[in-house]
């Protein structure tokens, strides 16, 4: 038996001994991490990392030390384990475990999953012609998870004639997806393979496929072709840039390849006729600093959304034989109060994802006549996107509709006669009633004067004395909506009083691209304040107490989490921080490390001195202090690529070493999952039994 399993063997025997003992958790030791202080120099700062070595990932003495966090957390949730056991079963009781997705139709298939009672992982399957046809199993990620610690499905692309299936698998959590080949003919796999792939698709003669390549720092940067048989593959196309990633698809006219180099704020893209995959890639649009784009295809023409005259983007359309920007003609025009988040072409049709007060909005419009309407929602707090539509020649779009209190619902809707029909409604089991329940949105007002919109779900009954506890979420990067979305599980808090909450603050994409623009780089403080502000809020109007506040936020919702227990440690009773963003400074000085240059226009750049006093005043593990923070569990995987495994623990061992006070400070470290946590479904409901246990242990009263 080597060390780490040995002391793994003595540290189960002492949790047993403990429990046993009904030893009181404020005896139990947490581990200690050792100091080994790195100084590094930036400006006229000097940075000192006590706590670097923990990076040394293969070293024993890092799992060993990782090992003791996990087994000083189960130790201190033990007492906790009925009510995760209690919650587990309550949220898996409301979940249709055997359950058949709405099949779609492409290429004459329809395709579609099962999920089965007792497996991790659903099975992909298809039938010929109609539903009534002979079922095929294309895919069954159970049998692919034998033997694995994780799987999780990357591409799943069909050749036109439908012999042939493109597929990557990630078997690790590192993001590392491994591309096969599988003739469904024969149900064998072909010998032509690739390894850490990320865009994959098909020419249009069944024979050739395109897909991009990682380099070490998982940035997709290399295009290439391969014919099938071969042994090797083409390299057409590298992105030196090393803050743009590549990739590519297919238009759904199928007509065209695309194939996009981007970053956070640029955008260049090329295209290749589908029906000559020997050809010459030609470029649509080239990189400009600032000016951001992405492309559809119909008939004569390509569609081009883009932000060259403002924040909020506005359609153009280009010539496929003279695309050059003098032959632009604007479709749809920038409009200061609607963002234009995409578009969609069918054959006589085409789809504008749009966004207006904050809430989605879906508005179709006729080739032929111009004609354009949107559809029709419910309720006045919700979330509505499209769908899989991979028909092009169809009158109808299917979109998903949901909101906090209605469950995630299909639905296929006519765009001549404007008739929509459900198609499936998420099943909720145990007898759930909508009607218990109510969703409103409410505005906060920072310092700025800008109001921060906040979305809240309760239970009706709901007493606003200051009394109830709270659920609030926020994440606030990227320009990426936080929308309101249905979760089952959300239930065994809206029914032990609870009240569930998103903060739509800025960095999110809510109001479109300026949005987002008020919270990233130098104006990045607008996140934690704003998320700060709402906070204050919901306490000044009585929907809750400091002493009943839980937040939660992963990845970069991480970094504010971190960021907002620093500066207003007081208003906060619980924090959940997931895969947490924490060393901000130290992460973006390292090129290696993945995402860090495709960050730099999201988080800055701590080279440049405006940005890093920035960085500096908010970076997590630069504002520890020695003081007492609220009750905080911090969860990470060892191998997530996104944000490494030794932010979060970097971050709790320089915690550990300042707080003050009794609240717990617990590091779970998932040993086999990413950065979603565990690949399994009931895994995944695991992960979140433990942490409502951990809520509802530190806000009292609420079994």
Request: hydrophobic residues 35%.
């Amino acid at each position: 038996m080597n060390d780490t399993k040995l002391f793994r063997f003595y540290a189960s025997i002492l949790l047993c001994i403990l429990i046993s003992l009904n030893v009181s958790s404020k005896d139990i030791q947490p581990p200690v991490a050792q100091k080994k202080p790195k100084v590094i120099q930036i400006h006229n700062d000097e940075v000192v990392d006590n706590y670097f070595w923990l990076r040394e990932k293969t070293n024993p003495e890092v799992v060993q030390y990782l090992n003791a966090e996990n087994d000083y957390a189960e130790q201190m949730l033990a007492h906790t384990k009925p009510m995760q056991e209690k919650l587990y079963n309550e949220m898996l009781s409301r979940i249709k475990e055997t359950d058949l997705s709405v099949p779609f139709k492409m290429d004459g298939y329809f395709y579609y999953s099962k999920t089965e009672k007792g497996k991790q992982y659903p099975v992909y399957y298809r039938k010929k012609g109609s539903l009534q046809g002979a079922e095929e199993v294309l895919l069954d990620l159970n049998e692919l998870a034998k033997g694995k610690k994780f799987m999780g499905l990357g591409n799943f692309e069909i050749s036109d004639d439908g012999n042939l299936m493109a597929y990557s698998t990630d078997e690790t959590g590192f993001r590392v997806y491994n591309l096969f080949v599988k003739d469904l003919r024969t149900g064998k796999l072909l010998p032509d393979h690739a390894e850490d792939v990320g865009s994959v698709f098909w020419a249009a003669d069944n024979k050739t496929l395109f897909y991009v390549t990682k380099d070490s720092a998982k940035r997709a940067y290399r295009l290439h072709r391969h014919a099938l048989g071969a042994d090797t593959s083409d390299l057409l196309y590298e992105e030196k840039d090393a803050t743009f990633n590549l990739y590519g698809w297919r238009t759904r006219s199928k007509k065209y390849l695309v194939s996009v180099s981007g970053s956070s704020t640029s955008t260049e893209i090329r295209f290749l006729p589908a029906n000559e995959p020997a050809g010459e890639w030609k470029m649509l649009v080239v990189r400009k600093e600032g000016r951001e784009l992405n492309v559809d295809h119909h008939g004569d023409h390509f569609y081009i959304r883009l932000n060259d005259t403002g924040p909020n983007f506005r359609l153009v359309m280009a010539p496929v034989d003279a695309v050059a920007e003098e032959n632009w003609k604007e479709v749809v025009p920038l409009r200061e109060d609607v963002m234009l988040e995409s578009v969609d072409c069918f054959a006589g049709h085409y789809v504008l994802s749009e966004r207006k007060n904050g809430f989605p909005t879906i508005r179709i419009v006729n080739f032929k006549t111009g004609d354009s309407h949107e559809i029709q929602f419910p309720e006045p707090v919700y979330s509505a996107y499209l769908a899989e539509n991979a028909e092009w020649n169809t009158s109808v779009i299917r979109y998903s509709y949901e909101s906090f209190i209605t469950p995630d619902s299909l639905y296929e809707y006519d765009v001549d006669s404007r008739k929509q029909v459900l198609l499936k409604q998420t099943e909720v089991l145990g007898g759930y009633d909508p009607g218990l329940y109510t969703s409103e949105r409410l505005y906060a007002t920072a310092k700025d004067g800008t109001k921060i919109p906040i979305s809240i779900v309760y239970k009706k009954g709901f007493q606003k004395d200051g009394k109830a506890p709270m659920l609030l979420h926020g994440y606030g990067s990227y320009g990426a909506s936080y929308d309101v979305g249905f979760s089952s599980n959300s239930l065994s808090l809206l029914d032990r009083g609870f009240s569930e909450v998103i903060a739509h603050i800025r960095g999110g994409g809510e109001f479109g691209k300026s949005w987002h623009d008020q919270g990233r780089l130098l104006n990045k403080m607008n996140t934690f304040t704003d998320f700060i502000t709402a906070a204050e809020y919901l306490i000044e109007n009585k929907y809750t107490s400091s002493n009943r506040l839980a937040i939660e936020g992963g990845s970069a919702g991480g970094l504010l989490m971190g960021g907002v227990a620093n500066m207003r440690s007081d208003l906060f009773k619980v924090v959940i921080n997931r895969v947490p963003y924490v060393d901000a400074i130290i992460t973006m000085l390292d090129e290696t490390i993945p995402l860090v240059t495709g960050d730099f226009a999201e988080f800055g750049n701590p080279k440049i001195k405006e940005q890093y006093e920035v960085m500096k005043k908010y970076s997590p593990m630069d504002n520890l202090e020695a003081k007492e923070y609220p009750a905080i569990l911090v969860k990470t995987s060892f191998d997530d690529s996104q944000v490494m495994y030794w932010e979060p623990a970097k971050y709790v061992a320089k915690m550990r070493s300042l707080k003050k006070g009794n609240n717990p400070l617990l590091f779970v470290i998932n040993m086999s999952g990413g950065h979603g946590g565990s690949s399994g479904r009931y895994d995944r409901l695991k992960e979140t039994a433990l942490n409502y246990a951990f809520i509802l242990d530190q806000i009292s009263g609420n079994d």
